[in-house]
């Protein structure tokens, strides 16, 4: 990522594109990729379908812990980050759990039901207050940290409107699956659920990159970190220098 000491909004063609390459790379970063998509839908996916063959509850969950907990494995194996994976373990875990509890086998998507709900209302509530959640996300990703916030406002209103775009399309899919969870039985809830995994995350995803892609480059505070170090230990050695002399 090309460090610069300002925001700007004059790119060269060239520029423009490199930026949005960057955009999308950090994005893929941030959110898994490919294969943070697999690992999130791979667990519902086996714990619908065992269900549905058999209405075993006790074998379909213990099967999407297990695929859970193998995709740890693999990534530690690989010395790959398991971000993405040790989250997909404890919404399987925390599914689990509940689904034992009650014996409701659609009780395995509640907390992720729940955490959805919680996410969206989380992504609006932080933009109202004007520290939009996306922009806490992608900060550390971009290196900007927290500098956009008072420094970058073009920048600031991107995360905005992309905060605004994941809360509402989040919502949009509470409002389909919390009445499927009381009307539904437990394999057309999860048949709807693993249909809207990878949809509404690949939208919001998209549209971060569109509202990112045409704001202000972000400041790079590591490296006016680096700078200012590196300034004031050459003004140290110019001042022993002349102490010297």
Known sequence: ???????TEDTTAE??????AVTQDALFEAFGGLRGMIETVLPGLLFVTIYTINKDL?????????????????????????????????????????????????????????????????????TLCGVPLI???LGPVFKENLSWRKRNPGRKKAYAKASYAWGAILLAKCAILFPLYWWADTEQLGWVLVALKIPPFLLAVWLTWVFLAK???????????????????????ERERQAAD
């Open 135 to 137: 922009g806490l996300i």
């Open 58 to 126: 006790h074998l379909s969950a213990i099967a999407a812990l297990g695929v859970s907990l193998l995709l740890v494995a693999v990534r530690l194996v690989m010395k790959d980050t398991v971000k993405h994976a040790f989250s997909g373990v404890f919404g399987v875990a925390f599914g689990v759990v509940f689904a034992m509890m009650t014996g409701n086998a659609k009780d395995f998507y509640l907390p992720g039901m729940l955490y959805t709900l919680g996410l969206g209302l989380a992504y609006i509530i932080t």
């Open 15 to 20: 520029g423009g594109h490199d930026s949005r």
């Open 1 to 7: 990522m090309t460090s610069l000491d300002k925001p």
């Open 215 to 237: 704001a202000p480059a972000p400041i790079d505070v590591f490296a006016e970190m680096e700078a200012a170090e590196k300034a004031e230990k050459a003004e140290k050695a």
